[in-house]
């Protein structure tokens, strides 16, 4: 076949219009990785980070309990790191390709291929391996996966090659590098360049791990089990009543039960959801789970003077008109899977979800005996003096910190000491708050204090 000038520059801006695309691609893939970078370290400095949430305001669902799950750490730096790092190498890869021209171009093309592969394939086992709980996912991380899927296709456009050729490439390449080894200026020269690719990766790499290391808490030593069971059994304990319409998980006469204060606009509420839901899975028919409202808000709230969670009380009033429809777990865990901030969007996306009658919830909100229900949780919370949300109390005494671990050792304790259901485990229907529950219970619990 004569070679065709026209063909031939035609095929060439072609293959640099791709080179653009996915060039274009890696910079849009650096740019969402660097912000859920910078959103990762924001939530280790606070609970509340100034970074705007992007995943909210773009999709109505937050990234952050996935950012700040302890598992997507590997080797000290978080996800969001390392595939900002395979980004740069992919960026080094490309400029290599373009500015080396035909002594580098095919294999700094099949390089990225490969690279852009290994990332789609990291992200599908770090989706499979961390479990979302009652969350939704990481809007921005799939974007991230998708982002390397178009970027495999315009890298393999701009490569000019078909996929029998890049195979053969990569044969050749595995067999100098596992056989022959045969020594050339050029092949020097190609190690040279996939070398440098490789070291600003690493480069990259070691400034995003001194970065985690620097921002990254250092966990407080643990305390022993018995020191744990100490502390807790010196709090005072008190009768907290539960009625048996009230949202609860778990059967009444259960030998252990656990009392938990939150409001749907708490961002720590929504970080001890996960834990909650592993408890009750864990614990099954032993131990009863008890939701009582308690939203940061001086609209329903009289304890707060300022408002600190506005919507928290309307959120309220729709999970007791959803528990109205015996949706309230469901509801619960929309909520506060969907957003943290449980704005009216959020309830509404939610009511559609779920299939309740819109009619009815919505004449369920507006109704007094919902405010009157939740206005009863307010008031016993007052009379508690809880110090903030969330507020668990096991068996009438509150825990601090109540984190999954400290949970898991006192509820363990607590059926040792059963051994079946007594008398203080019964619930009460009835019951007015005894003096005790008067006495200021001290300390700091989560986030969001009133």
């Known amino acids: 076949m004569s070679w065709n000038p026209s063909r031939a520059r035609a095929g060439a801006r072609s293959r640099h219009l791709w080179w653009w695309a996915s060039l274009l691609l890696v910079a849009a893939g650096a740019a969402v990785t660097a912000y859920l970078l910078a959103r990762t370290f924001a939530l280790l400095a606070s609970p509340r980070p100034q970074l705007p949430d992007l995943c909210l305001l773009l999709f109505s669902s937050s990234c952050d309990p996935?950012?700040?799950?302890?598992?997507?750490?590997i080797l000290g730096v978080p996800l969001a790191g390392w595939a900002l790092a395979t980004f740069t190498v992919l960026a080094a890869l490309l400029l290599l390709a373009r500015f080396l021209k035909e002594s580098f171009t095919a294999e700094a093309h099949l390089a990225a291929g490969l690279v852009a592969l290994a990332g789609i394939a990291?992200?599908?086992?770090?989706?499979?391996?961390?479990?979302?709980?009652s969350g939704s996912p990481c809007s921005l991380c799939l974007a991230v996966q998708a982002l390397n899927l178009l970027l495999l296709f315009t890298v393999h456009k701009s490569s000019a090659r078909s996929l029998r050729e890049q195979f053969r490439l990569l044969g050749i390449a595995a067999d100098w590098l596992f056989r022959s080894r045969v020594e050339s200026p050029l092949a020097r020269w190609k190690l040279l360049g996939l070398?440098?690719?490789?070291?600003?990766?690493?480069?990259?790499?070691?400034?995003?791990?001194?970065?985690?290391?620097?921002?990254?808490?250092?966990p407080a030593p643990k305390p022993a089990?018995?020191?744990?069971?100490?502390?807790?059994?010196?709090?005072?304990?008190?009768?907290?009543?539960?009625e048996e319409d009230e949202p609860h998980l778990g059967p009444l006469e259960a030998p252990v039960q656990l009392v938990v204060f939150a409001s749907f606009q708490c961002p720590a509420c929504r970080r001890f959801v996960p834990a909650l839901s592993r408890l009750h899975q864990r614990f099954g028919d032993r131990l009863l789970v008890v939701f009582k409202?308690?939203?940061?808000?001086?609209?329903?709230?009289?304890?707060?003077?300022?408002?600190?969670?506005?919507?928290?009380?309307?959120?309220?009033?729709?999970?007791?008109?959803?528990?109205?429809?015996?949706?309230?777990?469901?509801?619960?865990?929309?909520?506060?899977?969907?957003?943290?901030?449980?704005?009216?969007?959020?309830?509404?996306?939610?009511?559609?979800?779920?299939?309740?009658?819109?009619?009815?919830?919505?004449?369920?909100?507006?109704?007094d005996e919902t405010m009157d229900r939740v206005a009863k949780d307010i008031?016993?919370?007052?009379?508690?003096?809880?110090?903030?949300?969330?507020?668990?109390?096991?068996?009438g005494r509150l825990v601090h910190p109540a984190d999954e671990a400290t949970l898991e050792i006192l509820i363990r304790e607590e059926l040792r000491v059963a051994g079946a259901p007594s008398a203080h485990h019964a619930v009460s229907s009835s019951n007015a708050v005894r003096g005790e529950e008067r006495a200021r219970v001290s300390g700091v619990v989560g986030a969001g204090t009133p």
């Not at 990291?122 to 479990?131: K, T």
């Not at 010196?234 to 539960?242: C, G, H, K, S, Y």
């Open 66 to 73: 996935s950012l700040a799950d302890k598992r997507s750490w």
């Open 122 to 133: 990291a992200g599908l086992v770090a989706a499979l391996a961390l479990p979302r709980g």
């Open 293 to 367: 409202h308690y939203p940061l808000s001086n609209q329903c709230n009289s304890r707060l003077t300022v408002d600190q969670q506005p919507g928290a009380c309307a959120a309220a009033w729709a999970a007791e008109a959803a528990r109205r429809q015996e949706r309230f777990w469901a509801f619960h865990d929309a909520l506060f899977g969907g957003s943290s901030g449980a704005d009216e969007s959020s309830i509404t996306r939610a009511m559609h979800d779920l299939d309740l009658d819109p009619k009815r919830f919505a004449a369920d909100r507006r109704s």
């Open 225 to 242: 089990p018995a020191q744990i069971i100490a502390v807790y059994r010196a709090a005072p304990r008190l009768a907290l009543p539960v």
């Open 379 to 395: 008031e016993l919370g007052n009379r508690l003096q809880i110090p903030g949300t969330p507020a668990v109390f096991l068996d």
């Open 195 to 218: 070398g440098s690719a490789v070291l600003v990766g690493l480069v990259t790499y070691q400034w995003i791990y001194v970065e985690s290391s620097l921002r990254r808490r250092r």
